[in-house]
């Protein structure tokens, strides 16, 4: 199984700072054959669903703010919020599709400094 | 507008059953794979099935395997997980969501299951 890990657990940046969220798979999820990293970004607001954000490890979903970005391949990823607004408090979740079972990392919680 | 909405959750002894249903509306349902994945109160996500749209193929958490079936029907526009012999551990909300394919790009409310005496 590949293992899902994020860091940090939690972090606090003020408004309209960087916010980076790490995530690390224990096997790689770059399928060779298409050059595609297997890894998506979702957000999770207290009493909702996750929300997607970000797939093939850099792709925007239509809909999200351009503030958002993926980046990384292989085994290390990275989520990036360029200018922290009040509504991105939120658990950020990676996932890796690349294998079965798919595996979710545990979270990062983001709050306002 | 892409809806999906479960239902079937509720309170449920040990070693009792669930059927778990996902009504899926503004898309083309039998065109996608489906998946289940659950939350227990206050934690993280966790995969627990799939089915896929283009050959049938199913797939689960080794956590639920022999004790939960995924199905479907396509025209029901449906999604359905049946699951046994529950335990304290399979507490948690429920949700559908479906795949771009790979990642989930739209996800249902959820349904809470809890299994308790």
């Known amino acids: 199984d590949i293992v899902v890990t994020q860091s940090p657990d939690s972090l606090a940046v003020s408004l309209g700072e960087r916010a980076t969220i790490n995530c690390k798979s224990s096997q790689s999820v770059l399928y060779s054959s298409n050059n595609k990293n297997y890894l998506a970004w979702y957000q999770q607001k207290p009493g909702q669903p996750p929300k997607l954000l970000i797939y093939w490890a850099s792709t925007r979903e239509s809909g999200v703010p351009d503030r958002f970005s993926g980046s990384g391949s292989g085994t290390d990823f990275t989520l990036t919020i360029s200018s922290l607004q009040a509504e991105d408090v939120a658990v950020y979740y990676c996932?890796?599709?690349?294998?079965?079972?798919?595996?979710f990392g545990p979270g990062t919680k983001v709050d306002i400094k | 507008e892409v809806q999906l909405l479960e239902s079937g959750g509720g309170l449920v002894q040990p070693g009792g059953s669930l059927r778990l249903s996902c009504a899926a509306s503004?898309?083309?349902?039998?065109?996608?794979?489906m998946n289940w994945v659950r939350q227990a109160p206050g934690k993280g996500l966790e995969w627990v099935s799939t089915?896929?749209?283009?050959?049938?193929?199913?797939y689960y958490a080794d956590s639920v395997k022999g004790r939960f079936t995924i199905s479907r029907d396509n025209s029901k526009n449906t999604l359905y997980l049946q699951m046994n012999s529950l335990r304290a551990e399979d507490t948690a909300v429920y949700y559908c969501?479906?795949?771009?394919?790979?990642?989930?790009?739209?996800w249902g409310q959820g349904t809470l299951v809890t299994v308790s005496s």
């Open positions: 969501a479906k795949s771009i394919p790979g990642a989930y790009d739209h």
């Open positions: 503004g898309f083309t349902f039998r065109s996608y794979t």
């Open positions: 089915f896929s749209s283009s050959d049938g193929s199913t």
């Open positions: 996932h890796q599709y690349y294998s079965i079972p798919q595996t």
